[in-house]
């Protein structure tokens, strides 16, 4: 896997939004690329390379996932480990954005994103 943050300023920290599979994978892949994709984005935050953020109904969507597939303790176990890594945002800070973002989607489809190792 090949990763770079272009376009980041020397010295600033790249902000980067994270999305439930991402956690998921980190405790439960399904297969050990995903695993290490989530890995390494985890990676880069407990480096201080990227500040991560995700709205706070992320919590409850990685806890819904997680216990079909956890034993309840190690559930908690993810959540804890993960919690403090992430900026949590209520989601009415971000509604607006994140609808636009979305409408957008489709245009996206087209492009592909080359991550590279910062």
């Not at 050990?32 to 991560?52: F, H, K, N, P």
């Not at 190690?74 to 609808?99: F, G, K, Q, S, T």
């Amino acid at each position: 896997m090949s990763r770079s943050f272009r376009g980041t300023a020397p010295g600033s920290k790249r902000r980067v939004v994270i999305d439930a599979s991402i956690v998921v994978d980190l405790f439960a892949a399904p297969d050990d690329r995903r695993a290490g994709i989530a890995e390494e984005v985890t990676s880069w935050i407990e480096r201080g390379l990227v500040a991560a953020y995700a709205p706070r109904i992320l919590v409850v969507e990685v806890a819904g996932v997680l216990s079909r597939r956890l034993e309840p303790r190690d559930v908690e176990v993810a959540l804890a480990a993960v919690e403090p890594l992430l900026n949590l945002l209520p989601e009415e800070a971000i509604y607006d954005v994140a609808v636009e973002v979305a409408r957008r989607t489709g245009l996206a489809r087209q492009t592909r994103i080359t991550l590279q190792r910062p």
